[in-house]
């Protein structure tokens, strides 16, 4: 069963434009959330993390807000370029028990048209 | 400065060998982890090592996996008797802190079993 999903395998925008990727999870338990961006041939990136005693957290072009309620987070590129394409993979772990153990998603692949 | 790095990036075995599988984890780094990602996964934790002590193998899925740390730098992952639904990517983290802390991936081994 998966505990996090990201129901958008792929997403493609225009260079500029916003970029939105979801992800949703099951486990409540979870209360720390990460977005890692892989290329090609090399192993995800750290991009940004987010505490659930927070809604947003913005780090340049990039935001991610939480949605405890709805148990929904979602990234946002903004304005996208096209060194942003990649694989984005939402990750989740729950910072009170084994606090380094990442749950993935299938991952976005996120692709930025010129 | 250097990243994670492992070897071979590339590993092709016939079923029933046995493979082993380095990373190399960033200088210094106390936590090291093994993900295995299957194609159009995304990574699922293996187990986990402080230092040269593993402190959780929950995720490795057979007893035919196997990982060590004997020096509390460089890790092996081996796989015995290797069987085609061990294909996989199977990727390396470190992280600077005990446990929780951000997790710096190497660029992976993807392993294919015939």
């Not at chain 2, 075995?13 to 990373?23: E, H, I, N, S, T």
Request: hydrophobic share 30%; proline share 5%.
């Amino acid at each position: 069963d998966q505990q996090v999903k990201q129901n958008s395998p792929s997403l493609s925008v225009q260079e500029g434009r916003i970029s939105i990727l979801n992800c949703d999870y099951t486990n409540s338990m979870f209360d720390y959330f990460l977005w890692y961006k892989k290329y090609p041939a090399e192993g995800p990136t750290f991009l940004i993390s987010i505490s659930s005693i927070k809604d947003k957290n913005e780090d340049g072009r990039f935001t991610v807000f939480l949605n405890k309620s709805a148990k929904h987070l979602s990234l946002h590129i903004v304005p996208s370029q096209p060194g942003d394409s990649a694989v984005y993979f939402c990750a989740a772990k729950n910072s009170g028990g084994s606090n380094y153990k990442l749950t993935f998603g299938k991952g976005t692949l996120l692709t930025v048209n010129p | 400065g250097a990243g994670v790095s492992q070897s071979p990036r590339y590993k092709v075995a016939k079923r029933g060998q046995d493979v082993a599988l380095r990373c190399d984890p960033i200088s210094g780094h106390v936590s090291l982890f093994w993900y295995q990602q299957a194609l159009g996964q995304g990574p699922e934790f293996l187990t986990y090592f402080q230092n040269e002590a593993q402190l959780d193998k929950s995720g490795l899925p057979s007893d035919r996996f196997f990982a060590e740390r004997p020096e509390g730098s460089v890790s092996t992952l081996k796989i015995q008797r290797t069987q085609q639904e061990d294909s996989a990517v199977y990727l390396c983290a470190s992280s600077l802190q005990r446990g929780a802390g951000t997790q710096y991936f190497g660029p992976g081994t993807r392993l294919t079993v015939l």
